[in-house]
Structure formats: structure tokens, C-alpha cells
């Protein structure tokens, strides 16, 4: 499924598949130490996105986490994507059988926005660069 010679391939869809990932993985850290404890200890009413803030932005960095290192042909990221997002929701589902974890369905709603707009993010980077345009990144320079 995974085609070996695009794995070491750095193009620009790629590298930007992976600033989103460390973009997104800022956003969720910072939500989650300041963000959150922020909102919380002055009691305001967010519209539950300090409760989500981690699968809504987790979701998206960990997708395109994935796409970064994979380098997915344009069908095999979206399966990659389904996949993944239902494992999110999956994973949120099986912790109503944890003893010491709270099944949220705030959380599966967010995974699921999550998803989407990773999707879109997806679809939008696809069209900007085309698999037909795609050359290796070092390459673009030396001609």
C-alpha cells in the first residue's frame, strides 16, 4: 500500500505537511498548559474548546504527522485519514471501559470536526500540488 520510493522523497507537499503537524502540535501544547488552566481558574464559558482543544488540534498535527512520513498518494491519504480519525473516535469510545478515564462525546464531536478540516487541508494541498508536478525538493534548485 505504501509506496517505498516515495518515502524518502522531500517535496514541498510534504514539507508542508509537516510544518502543519508542528504548527498544530504548538497550538495543541499551548492549549492544553495555557490555554486551558486559563479559562478554567476564571471560570469562562468557551463553548468547550479548552475540553477539546487536544482532539481538535491533536488530531490534525497527529494526521499530518502521519502524511509527513508516509508521503500518501492522493487516495491512499484520504483512506489514511478515514482511518485515522475513526481510531480517534474508537479510542474515545473504549475509554467508557476504562476505569480511570471519561468517555466524552464533546471529545469525539472534536476528533470528528478535526478530521474534516483535515480533509479539506488535505484536499486544498493536493490541488496546489499535484501529483504530476511533484519533484524532489533538492532537484527544483540544481537545473
Given at each position: 500500500?505504501?509506496?517505498k520510493n516515495?518515502l524518502?522523497?522531500?517535496?514541498n ?6 510544518l502543519?503537524?508542528?504548527?498544530m502540535?504548538?497550538?495543541?501544547e499551548?492549549?492544553?498548559r495555557i490555554?486551558?488552566?486559563?479559562i478554567y481558574s476564571?471560570?469562562i464559558?468557551?463553548?468547550w474548546?479548552?475540553?477539546?482543544i ?10 499530518f ?10 487516495r491512499?491519504?484520504?483512506i489514511?485519514?478515514?482511518i ?6 474508537v ?6 471501559f476504562?476505569?480511570?478515564s471519561i468517555l466524552?462525546w ?6 470528528l470536526?478535526?478530521g474534516?478540516?483535515?480533509?479539506g487541508?488535505y484536499e ?5 500540488y499535484p ?5 524532489p525538493?533538492n532537484t527544483?534548485?540544481?537545473?
Open positions: 500500500m505504501i509506496d516515495r524518502f522523497i522531500i517535496d507537499k510534504r514539507i508542508a505537511f509537516f502543519i503537524f508542528v504548527i502540535f504548538f497550538i495543541t499551548i492549549g492544553r490555554y486551558r488552566p486559563y476564571n471560570d464559558f468557551d463553548y474548546i479548552a475540553d477539546t487536544g482532539n481538535l488540534t491533536g488530531t490534525i498535527a497527529i494526521i504527522f502521519d502524511f509527513a512520513g508516509v508521503n500518501p498518494k492522493h491512499q491519504g484520504r489514511f485519514l478515514i485515522i480519525t475513526l481510531g480517534l473516535i479510542y474515545e469510545l473504549l475509554q467508557y476504562s476505569p480511570r466524552d464533546r471529545d469525539m464531536i472534536a476528533t470536526i478535526a474534516l478540516i483535515s480533509w487541508i486544498f494541498l493536493l490541488k496546489k501529483e504530476d508536478e511533484l519533484t525538493h527544483r534548485y540544481s537545473q
